[in-house]
């Protein structure tokens, strides 16, 4: 009888590893797919800027501008955020 549940434990133990092995394989593959849509992506923003520098140069002024505008709303959002604690601490 002991031998059975042996057995069975180590049956249990085998399915177990199998479907943890199958949950990784399954993360890694999917992994890999995002891996390669985004070097796929690369390579064809890579083939549309040498195909018109200018499109590089814009890209640039635009994140460019896109980081001013980041660094300026976040300021805001930091003077904002003083404001408000100020009016809460005040008495009334």
Known sequence: MAKCETYERN????????ED?????????EDMEKLS?????????????RANP????SMRRLEDAFLTCKEEMERNWQEMLKETKGAEQRPE
Do not use: C, P
């Open 11 to 18: 049956y249990d133990n085998i399915v177990k590893q199998l």
């Open 37 to 49: 849509v985004q070097a796929t992506w690369m390579a064809y923003d890579m083939v549309v800027m």
């Open 21 to 29: 092995l199958n949950r990784d394989l399954e993360k890694l593959l």
């Open 54 to 57: 200018e499109l590089a140069n």
